[in-house]
């Protein structure tokens, strides 16, 4: 079983930045790709950008040039650097380790942590 924990949300103005975190249990985190998805209220899941076991990434259109992933695979972190942050980038943002490769479907993640809140203010 792996666990995942997010830290490092909380409330910014439009503009501002943030960096979040995602520390993993276990000995395999460098085997697989890692993700991070985010959930607004009474809205679906959405994927925001994972990174493969190697370092290539992959971003949703909507936070690519704001938002950045990278990986400390000696520290079992996944990290989240988000800037020019918007108020429609406001949910609780999870991390998730994929069942193999880079992935942008909930479905290709296998353990998610119980997420983080990011609330924007205008």
């Known amino acids: 079983q792996v666990q995942l924990v997010e830290s490092g949300g909380g409330l910014v103005q439009a503009g501002g930045s943030l960096r979040l975190s995602c520390a993993a249990s276990?000995?395999?985190?460098?085997?697989?790709?890692m993700g991070w998805f985010r959930q607004a209220p009474g809205k679906e899941r959405e994927f925001v950008v994972g990174?493969?076991?190697?370092?290539?990434?992959y971003y949703a259109d909507s936070v690519k040039g704001r938002f950045s992933i990278s990986r400390v695979n000696a520290k079992n972190t996944v990290y989240l650097q988000m800037n020019s942050l918007k108020p429609e980038d406001t949910a609780v943002y999870h991390c998730a380790r994929s069942t193999g490769g880079l992935a942008d479907k909930l479905d290709e993640y296998v353990y998610w942590g119980q997420g983080t809140q990011v609330t924007v203010s205008s």
């Open positions: 276990g000995r395999t985190f460098s085997w697989y790709a």
């Open positions: 990174i493969s076991r190697n370092g290539s990434t």
